[in-house]
């Protein structure tokens, strides 16, 4: 089992960047996929990102490439995701998930920390 925290989110202007954490906490860290879920207002939850469980393989959703970036830091047991210009349809709730030796193309995930706010003004 792995409990995730997201942090790093706040209000930044369009054309800005943010780094998003997801500090997790549990045993075997780099056993897991991880991936970035945002939800806005109103919206379902998007898949925005993904990394498999050592970190060589990404996949970023179609509307984010180019703009985003997802790695992770398996000594630290932290996933990450770099956004830069940034607009404001990206303002949502921006949340972690991880499942254990996960396919890439998955998009169910056990376990979610309990997202942050990414808001972006124009």
């Known amino acids: 089992q792995v409990q995730l925290v997201e942090s790093g989110g706040g209000l930044v202007q369009a054309g800005g960047s943010l780094r998003l954490s997801c500090a997790a906490s549990?045993?075997?860290?780099?056993?897991?996929?991880m991936a970035w879920f945002r939800q806005a207002p109103g919206k379902e939850r998007e898949f925005v990102a993904a990394?498999?469980?050592?970190?060589?393989?990404?996949s970023i959703a179609d509307s984010k490439k180019g703009r985003f970036t997802v790695s992770r830091d398996n000594a630290k047991t932290t996933l990450y995701l770099q956004m830069s210009s940034l607009k404001p349809e990206d303002t949502a709730v921006y949340s972690c998930?991880?499942?254990?030796?996960?396919?890439?193309?998955?998009?169910?995930?056990?376990?979610w920390g309990q997202g942050t706010q990414v808001t972006v003004s124009s």
């Open positions: 549990g045993r075997d860290f780099s056993t897991y996929t």
């Open positions: 998930a991880a499942r254990q030796w996960a396919p890439l193309h998955s998009r169910n995930y056990p376990y």
């Open positions: 990394i498999s469980w050592s970190g060589g393989v990404t």
